[in-house]
C-alpha cells in the first residue's frame, strides 16, 4: 500500500511512459490513474472497516451525494479529481487504522523518507542539468522549473511541503538535513508562494523551539545560518528561485491572475453562486466577466463554480475534520503549523482541483508515517 500511495502522487511517470498525456481529454475508465484500482481492490480485500469513523462514513456519504447531484443535474463534476483528490484519501486512511503498528509504521516512515530524498534529489538534478526527466515542457518565455515525480512544480512543492512539515515537527535524527534538502527542491519548483511560507514558516518554528527545546533550538540556529548562506549563494549568485526576484511577490502575469479571476464576482450575485453553474453555462459566465482565457488557479473558487457554495462549505467542514483527525494526538501548535501551512499553500493554486492529484493521499502517508504506534506486532 505505501509504494502505491507514493505512485499515485507520481503523475510524471504516468506522462513520462505515455499512459495519459495531459493534452488529452480521457474518459473517465481510461483516465483515472491506474494505481487507484488496485488501492482500492487492496482495500476491499482486507475488508476495511469503513464504518468505524462516522465522520469518514458520512465525508464519503456527501461526495457521493454531492457526485450524483451533479451529474443529474448537468453542473460540471471531474470524477478523476473526485476519486484520486478525496475518496481515495479516506480508503487509504481507514486501511491504515488495521496496522497501527511499530513495523508498518517504521516501514511507512523508511518508504516516505526514501521518496522525499529521491523527489528532492531529482529536482535539484534537473535544475543543475536545466532539463526535466519525465515531464516534456518547453517554454523558453518561462525561468526553468524542475518538474520531479508530481506533476506541476506546485504540486510538486505542496507535496514536499507536507512531507517538510511533518519531518520538522518529528523526532528524526537528520530531520534539519532532510528540511534542508526540501527547502533546495522548493528553490529548484521555483514556486514564490512555498519560497515565501517557508521563509515564514522557519521563523516560527525558530520561536517555537525557544520554548521546547533548548539543544534543538541551538542546532536549528546552526543550520538556519549555515543552510541560509547556501541559499541566498544559490538564489543571488546561481540564480536558483529567480522568479521572487525577476517577477516579484505580484506581477501581471501570475499573481495578478490570481485575484484577477475574482471579478467573476463583480458580474453575478452571489444567489447565483449558491448551487453553482451546469458546465454548459460556464464558458459563458467566464466569456462574461472576461476571464475565459485565465486560469482559474485558487481550487476554492473551482469548487464554488463547480459545486455552489451550498456544497463548498460543507466540503471544506469535511476536508479540514479529515485534516484534523489524523493530528487529534498532537499539540495544539503542530496542528496549526501543519493545518495552516497546508491550507495556505494550496489555496495558492488548483492543487486539489485537478484529476489525478494525490496530494491528500500524501498526507495521509506522512501522518501514518510518523505516528506513534499503538504496538509492537507485525500482525493485526
Same mark, same amino acid.
Given at each position: 500500500m505505501f509504494v502505491s500511495v507514493i505512485l499515485l502522487s507520481c503523475t510524471n511517470i504516468l506522462y513520462a511512459i505515455g499512459y495519459i498525456s495531459p493534452d488529452e481529454n480521457y474518459s473517465f475508465i481510461r483516465g483515472l490513474n491506474p494505481i487507484v484500482y488496485f488501492i482500492f481492490l487492496i482495500c476491499f480485500i482486507r475488508k476495511c472497516n469503513f464504518a468505524s469513523d462516522k465522520g469518514n462514513l458520512y465525508f464519503?456519504? #456527501?461526495?457521493?451525494?454531492?457526485?450524483? #447531484?451533479?451529474?443529474?443535474?448537468?453542473?460540471?463534476?471531474?470524477?478523476?479529481?473526485?476519486?484520486?483528490?478525496?475518496v481515495c484519501p479516506i480508503f487509504v486512511y481507514q486501511f491504515f487504522q488495521a496496522y497501527k503498528t511499530e513495523y508498518y509504521i517504521l516501514l511507512a516512515k523508511k518508504y516516505l523518507v526514501y521518496f522525499y530524498i529521491a523527489e528532492c534529489s531529482i529536482a535539484i538534478l534537473e535544475r543543475i542539468l536545466s532539463t526535466t526527466f519525465f515531464a516534456d515542457i518547453t517554454d523558453a518565455n518561462e525561468s526553468f522549473r524542475s518538474f520531479a515525480l508530481i506533476g506541476h512544480p506546485l504540486q510538486n512543492a505542496l507535496c514536499v511541503s507536507i512531507m517538510m512539515s511533518f519531518i520538522l515537527l518529528s523526532d528524526l535524527k537528520r530531520k534539519f538535513l532532510l528540511f534542508g534538502l526540501g527547502l533546495l527542491s522548493i528553490l529548484c519548483f521555483n514556486t514564490r508562494s512555498s519560497m515565501l511560507l517557508w521563509g515564514m514558516l522557519s521563523i516560527v518554528y525558530w520561536l517555537f523551539l525557544i520554548r521546547?527545546?533548548?539543544?534543538? &533550538?541551538?542546532? &536549528?540556529?546552526?543550520?538556519?545560518?549555515?543552510?541560509?548562506?547556501?541559499? !541566498? #549563494?544559490?538564489?543571488?549568485?546561481?540564480?536558483?528561485?529567480?522568479?521572487?526576484?525577476?517577477?516579484?511577490?505580484?506581477?501581471?502575469?501570475?499573481?495578478?491572475?490570481?485575484?484577477?479571476?475574482?471579478?467573476?464576482?463583480?458580474?453575478?450575485?452571489?444567489?447565483?453562486? $449558491?448551487l453553482g453553474f451546469p458546465s454548459k453555462e !460556464?464558458?459563458?459566465?467566464?466569456?462574461?466577466?472576461?476571464?475565459?482565457?485565465?486560469?482559474?488557479?485558487?481550487?476554492?473558487?473551482?469548487? $464554488?463554480?463547480?459545486?455552489?457554495?451550498? #456544497?463548498?462549505?460543507?466540503?471544506?467542514?469535511?476536508?479540514?475534520?479529515?485534516?484534523? !483527525?489524523?493530528?487529534?494526538?498532537?499539540?495544539?501548535?503542530?496542528?496549526?503549523?501543519?493545518v495552516v501551512s497546508f491550507l495556505l499553500l494550496s489555496s495558492t493554486n488548483n492543487s486539489l482541483s485537478i484529476p489525478n492529484n494525490g496530494i491528500l493521499c500524501c498526507f495521509v502517508l506522512s501522518y501514518f508515517a510518523f505516528l506513534k504506534p499503538l504496538s509492537t506486532s507485525k500482525t493485526r
Open positions: 464519503l456519504i #456527501f461526495l457521493l451525494f454531492l457526485s450524483s #447531484f451533479n451529474l443529474i443535474t448537468g453542473r460540471n463534476v471531474d470524477m478523476k479529481m473526485m476519486i484520486t483528490g478525496f521546547r527545546n533548548k539543544t534543538e &533550538f541551538f542546532h &536549528f540556529s546552526v543550520y538556519i545560518l549555515a543552510g541560509g548562506c547556501v541559499l !541566498l #549563494f544559490l538564489m543571488f549568485v546561481i540564480g536558483w528561485g529567480n522568479r521572487l526576484f525577476e517577477m516579484g511577490i505580484y506581477d501581471e502575469s501570475s499573481a495578478a491572475v490570481r485575484i484577477k479571476i475574482f471579478d467573476i464576482f463583480q458580474y453575478y450575485s452571489l444567489q447565483d453562486f $449558491i !460556464l464558458e459563458f459566465v467566464y466569456y462574461n466577466s472576461g476571464t475565459d482565457d485565465l486560469i482559474i488557479e485558487n481550487y476554492w473558487l473551482m469548487f $464554488i463554480l463547480r459545486f455552489g457554495i451550498v #456544497f463548498t462549505i460543507p466540503l471544506f467542514i469535511f476536508m479540514i475534520k479529515f485534516l484534523l !483527525l489524523m493530528l487529534k494526538d498532537r499539540s495544539v501548535f503542530e496542528k496549526l503549523f501543519i
